[in-house]
């Protein structure tokens, strides 16, 4: 009998048991449907056209403990997806990870994308892990989701906060607390007519085209000069200087390192025991192989203890990200330093052209990325100046802090592009009725890693050189911007005098060249004599449109010419 109680007083308390976890599941439910209905908005206001999306990743709250002191290192993937039953991600964004944490502050800006389109894309999935270290798998922490049409139903800009529960993966039970996101999106429309009511318009700066540009945490300008030195100073605690001015006391021993990377594929590291990039494009300046001699700024009286040397041009355009950090000796942090900077030297005038004052006070940080270079089409490079803490002194030990810094490949695109007319304005142009040669002049296309260019058409003074292509280029690779180039076609001349029977039609793929390994150099090489350059911006909708771009004028003989192009750009595979 007694055997007989106590197996029935066993099955009451297994049967309360599950009575109480299904309860507690089904009010876990309720809460979760509770938030979604309270931040819906009715589907008629969600906007029909695109717009600049922003959305932060802000903070975790009550996360599951995943270490063995009841704490977690969290940090967040997100995934945008054009395709909610599809596991490929359009756009992936990764916040740092916050050690010893189950209530962590990431504020990230995973996406701020200025023309972004709702229409293309269905849903951005969040997964929390716990970092376990590069050699250790990350424990999962939680799961969310959110539609985008939700995200972008308000269209004002005002930035609003959701609370997104998470949730299990598969079967997991001790799935805790949630993350809030920040977003917010403004209709492109709404955005251009409030700066036509203020009567300004955001210039963007350009470092190298005249002075010198200051710059503030993670801001970003254009890059205008391609050979250029980086230059990295600091002082120890007693105020002794770099290598330029030695005191009684040396500055703590540290190194810059540089990351080379193709988006989120790791190429290569430049540092002190390893000075060279293989292509000769990066030279660490104090590096192990010897030293060399430093580039002195002309209007700058001060040293700079580490020098790092870019020729951007040179470079393969595989490659189109560029990360440099700097990493204290051993026992050393950046608390024993002060008055640290980070600036840009044009290697052709020694002119100093930009500087970023980096805030080591009260940072016992074992290190810092100070900067990212970034390339937006095969002759275009953009300067991001960065405080972003990081640990380690090549790639493969600081890879948590470096991943959420690169830019994911954006999809491979198809382009069209027709070259539909030519024209060159020479009002303003000092002895234009001198020109009497005729110039066989070809028009190319570059993007990412292709090249293609149009058949020669021959032009006269008389007619302001204006002209039209009857034949539109084509070329694929994964960009965002494209670069179109105006030249003179000698070097086609010079092809078929070779007897290589490639008509006048020029492109790497018909050179049997892969450019894969190829710099800008070696690209816009084909055209003899460059006459004038553009870069046009790629929206992220397929495309199919006509625009006229002003061209920068780079042959000299043209100087005071006003010269315009105007293409027509069409995706070929939408």
Not at 10 to 28: N, S, T, V, W
Not at 46 to 73: E, N, Q, Y
Not at 174 to 192: C, L, N, P, Q
Not at 266 to 283: E, M, Q, S, W
Request: glycine share 6%; with cysteine; proline share 4%.
């Amino acid at each position: 009998e007694e055997e007989e109680a106590e197996r029935k007083r066993q099955e009451e308390e297994e049967a309360e048991r599950k009575r109480r976890e299904e309860e507690e599941a089904a009010a876990a439910a309720a809460a979760a449907a509770a938030a979604a209905s309270s931040r819906s908005l009715p589907t008629e206001d969600a906007p029909k056209k695109k717009g600049h999306f922003r959305l932060t990743i802000v903070r975790g709250k009550d996360l599951v403990s995943r270490d063995s002191d009841g704490l977690s290192d969290p940090y967040v993937t997100a995934h945008l997806r054009r395709d909610a039953s599809s596991s490929k991600s359009a756009k992936k964004a990764k916040t740092p990870v916050i050690s010893d944490s189950l209530n962590p502050e990431w504020e990230y800006e995973a996406y701020d994308l200025p023309k972004f389109d709702p229409a293309g894309y269905s849903t951005v999935d969040f997964e929390v892990s716990d970092y376990d270290g590069l050699l250790s798998r990350a424990d999962f922490m939680g799961k969310a989701c959110i539609s985008v049409e939700e995200l972008t139903a308000v269209s004002d800009g005002t930035p609003r906060e959701i609370d997104l529960p998470l949730g299990a993966k598969k079967k997991e039970k001790d799935i805790t607390g949630f993350i809030t996101i920040r977003v917010s999106f403004e209709e492109a429309k709404k955005k251009k007519k409030a700066k036509q009511a203020d009567g300004e318009e955001t210039q963007r700066k350009v470092i190298g085209s005249e002075g010198t540009v200051s710059l503030a945490r993670n801001e970003s300008a254009a890059l205008a000069p391609k050979d250029i030195v980086i230059g990295l100073g600091w002082e120890g605690e007693s105020g002794s200087l770099g290598l330029g001015g030695l005191t009684e006391e040396k500055p703590p021993a540290m190194d810059a390192t540089v990351l080379v990377f193709r988006h989120t594929t790791h190429i290569d590291d430049v540092y002190f025991h390893k000075p060279n990039f293989r292509d000769g494009a990066i030279l660490h300046k104090g590096g192990y192989s010897g030293y060399t001699k430093y580039v002195m700024a002309a209007d700058s009286d001060r040293s700079d203890v580490e020098q790092i040397e870019l020729h951007l041009n040179k470079l393969s355009t595989r490659v189109n990200t560029i990360l440099v950090a700097v990493t204290p000796g051993q026992g050393a942090d950046f608390s024993q330093v002060k008055n640290a900077y980070i600036r840009i030297i044009d290697f052709s005038s020694h002119r100093e052209i930009t500087n970023f004052k980096i805030d080591t006070a009260a940072a016992k940080q074992h290190g810092f990325i100070v900067c990212k270079l970034f390339r937006t089409s095969p002759s275009s490079w953009h300067f991001t100046a960065m405080e972003e803490p990081c640990e380690g002194r090549v790639y493969k030990h600081m890879q948590a802090h470096v991943d959420p810094l690169l830019t994911t490949e954006p999809p491979e695109r198809r382009l069209s592009v027709a070259f539909e007319r030519f024209e060159v304005d020479t009002a303003g142009m000092a002895g234009a009725d001198k020109l009497k040669s005729k110039m066989h002049l070809c028009a190319v296309a570059m993007v990412d890693q292709h090249v293609d260019s149009t058949e020669n058409v021959k032009v006269a003074p008389k007619k302001d050189f204006s002209c039209s292509w009857p034949e539109p280029v084509v070329v694929s690779g994964h960009a965002i911007e494209m670069d179109l180039l105006i030249g003179s076609s000698s070097t086609a001349s010079r092809l078929i005098e070779a007897g290589m029977g490639l008509g006048s039609r020029l492109s790497m793929d018909k050179l049997g060249v892969n450019a894969l390994g190829h710099s800008i150099e070696a690209m816009a090489g084909q055209v003899g004599s460059r006459v004038c350059k553009a870069t046009v911006p790629l929206d992220e909708a397929p495309m199919d449109a006509t625009r006229t771009v002003e061209m920068e004028v780079l042959d000299q003989k043209f100087a005071g010419c006003v010269m315009r192009c105007t293409v027509h750009i069409k995706d070929l595979d939408f």
